[in-house]
């Protein structure tokens, strides 16, 4: 429980970010391993329970591919974005209440990398997170990439960084099954111009006139078994 109260907490700090830059989606992006149209279970933070609640999950970051990028391409850049949020906190999780599917809703920012090799066009499942978010994994560049800020720090970086993948965890009293979208950009530059510590909106600034292609693909994942759609 104490990982689900620590991500409650932290989508409660975060704010809306905002939209990407529309452009053709030209690149193909999959999800190397699903149960149809569905998030896999290792690959949340939290997974449902025998009683309809919820446990801390494996939150192993997913396997992804994408095609190669145009001639031009010289990295590439990742985002993971949950758009089905409920934006009023306080109905988390209560055992008296139900989020309808309607309610209004926000951005949560799960995975934010920059300056991924060219000569990458595939991450590994568990590459950026396999283990318990809790603290989250260094703002540090990797040999797959700079990682950014997700929304664990509460959309920016007042809450502390909080950098790799950050696993589903949809509340268990939704009626919505959340879809999880992740879009790769192939950029005609080695790195951006970001800060040591960047958060989602500082990467879709600094890509802004370097975007040669980009594509998007998404999963579901619910903790609901009435939820829909």
């Not at 990982?3 to 990407?20: D, P, R, W």
């Not at 970086?157 to 979208?181: K, Q």
Request: charged share 20%.
């Amino acid at each position: 429980m104490r990982n689900i109260t620590h991500l409650l907490s932290a989508i409660a700090a975060a704010t809306l970010t905002a939209s990407g830059p529309a452009f053709a989606a030209d690149l193909k992006v999959a999800f190397e391993k699903s149960d149809g149209r569905m998030l896999l279970p290792e690959n949340a933070s939290c997974i449902a329970t025998a009683n309809g609640k919820s446990a801390p999950g494996p939150n192993k970051s997913p396997a992804l591919s994408w095609s190669k990028g145009p001639k031009d391409t010289r990295s590439y850049a990742l985002t993971m974005v949950d758009p089905d949020v409920p934006t009023d906190f306080s109905l988390f999780n209560k055992n008296d209440k139900t989020i309808p599917k309607t309610f209004k809703r926000m951005e949560f920012v799960h995975w934010v990398l920059a300056d991924i090799p060219a000569s990458l066009t595939k991450l590994p499942e568990g590459a950026d997170g396999d283990g318990p978010p809790e603290a989250g994994l260094p703002l540090e560049r990797t040999a797959h990439g700079k990682r950014g800020q997700n929304g664990a720090g509460g959309g920016s970086l007042s809450n502390g960084p909080h950098g790799g993948y950050m696993g589903a965890c949809p509340p268990w009293n939704d009626e919505r099954v959340h879809s999880y979208h992740v879009t790769v950009y192939a950029l005609d530059v080695d790195r951006l111009n970001l800060p040591d510590l960047f958060t989602r909106a500082d990467l879709i600034a600094a890509m802004k006139g370097h975007i040669l292609a980009s594509g998007s693909q998404e999963l579901f994942y619910t903790l609901n078994a009435k939820a829909k759609r």
